[in-house]
């Protein structure tokens, strides 16, 4: 899953504090393989966060957590001015090459 969000001016402080805490209780998470999230060096309001799990259920289960729904959907969402998803089939394929 690779999620871009534009954070609105004057919350940069508050979302960029609340990913930390965000990444260290999703990575708990059973079927989590990896987190993180980077901020753009040119527009610092501009983050991406990259996530991987083992199963689509693994990652529906994400959503359903009590941390992504206390964290992004009551805090960071509503100081975001656009949040942009892209979920992606991680599967191994042969034109995946390594």
Not at 6 to 14: C, L, M, N, Q, T
Not at 33 to 56: G, H, I, K
Not at 87 to 93: E, Q
Request: charged residues 30%; contains cysteine.
């Amino acid at each position: 899953m690779i999620a871009y969000y534009r954070i609105s001016a004057g919350s940069e402080d508050e979302v960029l504090s609340l990913l930390p805490r965000l990444a260290a209780a999703t990575r708990t998470e059973p079927g989590n393989v990896f987190f993180a999230a980077y901020r753009e060096e040119r527009d610092v309001r501009n983050v991406v966060v990259l996530e991987r799990y083992t199963s689509p259920e693994a990652f529906a289960a994400h959503r359903e957590s009590q941390h992504f729904k206390a964290l992004v959907v009551d805090r960071i969402l509503p100081r975001l001015d656009t949040r942009v998803v892209q979920t992606c089939d991680v599967a191994d394929r042969p034109w995946m090459a390594a």
